[in-house]
């Protein structure tokens, strides 16, 4: 099946720092989303990016489906975007079940 | 605003008792979605729904079954509670069937069984 790898695991940065996190999948996609896990465990949409960019806010996403990745941008971090960014797909061959493949996240903890 | 609400946040239960996780999203979608999420395991689909009274199994349906009587309201059903059913387990819908849209979850129910 597809395999879908995130990095870094793990990023501490100070308020105000700029950040990359990266997903690259083995196969071709249908579908990508990112998500922001916050402390209570609620999967927050970010951006729902099969293919080129998007921006909302301090946040931008570019997926390079021919190269297989994404990138996620933070700008200016903020406390409040601490928590565990996810990476998901929907393969091609899914079929009719659009199970999402996740990937195994980045823990990203801003300090003050 | 896609919303999907689940019915607790927290449940504690034990073992051998009949659980049930409700979720209800309020945006007509078709696929409704039952994943749960275990350290170092990540997310796993349990149950899968895309119409009413229409149930597909995931990867890990053992030990779980699913009801969806109306198509705005997905249960999830732990026959018999056991321990190792002690995970976060969150909700998900989409707009159609074998198309890729979006999904989007609900806040997730911690469910402990002791």
């Known amino acids: 099946g597809i395999q879908v790898e995130q990095s870094p695991p793990d990023l501490i940065l100070q308020e105000g720092a700029n950040s990359t996190l990266r997903c690259n999948f083995s196969?071709?996609?249908?579908?990508l989303q990112w998500f922001h896990q916050n402390p209570w465990g609620q999967l927050i949409n970010l951006f729902y990016?099969?293919?080129g960019t998007k921006q909302n806010g301090r946040l931008s996403a570019t997926t390079v489906a021919t190269e297989r990745y994404s990138l996620l941008y933070i700008s200016s971090s903020q406390t409040t975007d601490s928590g565990v960014y996810f990476c998901?797909?929907?393969?091609?061959?899914?079929?009719?079940?659009?199970?999402?493949?996740f990937g195994t996240g980045t823990l990203l903890a801003v300090q003050p | 605003d896609v919303k999907v609400t689940q019915s607790s946040r927290y449940l504690v239960k034990r073992t051998g008792e009949k659980v049930f996780l409700e979720c209800v999203q309020d945006?007509?979608?078709?696929?409704m979605f039952w994943y749960r999420q275990d350290p170092g395991l990540g997310l796993r689909l349990i149950y899968f729904?895309?119409?009413?009274?229409?149930?597909e199994k995931g990867d890990i349906p053992e030990g779980y079954s699913v009801s969806r009587e109306k198509k705005e309201r997905f249960s999830l059903i732990l026959e018999s509670a056991s321990t190792n059913q002690t995970s976060m387990y969150l909700c998900a819908s989409s707009l159609y069937r074998n198309s890729y849209n979006e999904q989007f979850f609900g806040p997730g129910t911690r469910l402990t069984v002791l």
């Open positions: 990016i099969p293919s």
């Open positions: 196969d071709s996609v249908n579908n």
């Open positions: 729904s895309y119409d009413v009274k229409m149930k």
């Open positions: 945006m007509d979608h078709e696929n």
């Open positions: 998901a797909v929907l393969p091609n061959y899914g079929g009719a079940t659009n199970k999402l493949i």
